[in-house]
T-cell receptor
């Protein structure tokens, strides 16, 4: 049973560039959530996708956007990168939107913005 | 007030002792609560979920929930050095934030031999 996968594992970008991170959910899951985790902090919710639509969004600027594909995989796009965007980006998958589901995390993508 | 707060660490306990990790939350409509463990450089992994008031036990781990006090805790019995990690409390928000999982800042636990 394949777990959540993310790519790439590491990424180095410069300020002002754009980045796309990818996530494949755990087999059987249809909901994908994205989180940003700065060093020493808990994960911060960016947004959640279900049925190819953004269902919930955290307090992140419009530079952060996403997409979910018919096979439930998802992308996170960040435009006009800032130094403060350096963080571990986590994807989590779950089944449905009842507000009780366990979210399972992928290994993360570590982004460094120089 | 932060939505989810955890007791500030780091917490250090000797091997074999009980480690107690605490978490409070502000949204009284919250219904679902989770504890995750995160080793350094890794992603969070689920330890336990709890939905009803009272205790829930799984091996050496016990989660306790008190919705009236808006408090959830995790006890680790017979702590082992391999339990040394950051423990994250996570809460599903209610109301219009339905489906949004909010994390505390985490408590670093060190179990020393």
């Amino acid at each position: 049973d394949a777990g959540v996968t993310q790519s790439p594992t590491h990424l180095i970008k410069t300020r002002g560039q754009q980045v796309t991170l990818r996530c494949s959910p755990k087999s059987g899951h249809d909901t994908v959530s994205w989180y940003q985790q700065a060093l020493g902090q808990g994960p911060q919710f960016i947004f959640q996708y279900y049925e190819e639509e953004e269902r919930q969004r955290g307090n992140f600027p419009d530079r952060f956007s996403g997409h979910q594909f018919p096979n439930y995989s998802s992308e996170l796009n960040v435009n006009a990168l800032l130094l403060g965007d350096s963080a571990l980006y986590l994807c989590a998958s779950s089944l449905g939107l009842a507000g009780r589901e366990t979210q399972y995390f992928g290994p993360g993508t570590r982004l460094l913005v120089l | 007030q932060k939505e989810v707060e955890q007791n500030s660490g780091p917490l250090s306990v000797p091997e074999g002792a009980i480690a107690s990790l605490n978490c409070t939350y502000s949204d009284r409509g919250s219904q679902s609560f989770f504890w995750y463990r995160q080793y350094s450089g890794k992603s969070p992994e689920l330890i336990m979920s709890i939905y009803s008031n009272g205790d829930k036990e799984d091996g050496r781990f016990t989660a306790q929930l008190n919705k009236a006090s808006q408090y959830v805790s995790l006890l680790i019995r017979d702590s082992q050095p391999s339990d040394s990690a950051t423990y994250l409390c996570a809460v599903y928000a209610g109301g219009t934030s339905y489906g949004k999982l909010t994390f505390g800042q985490g408590t670093i636990l060190t179990v020393h031999p």
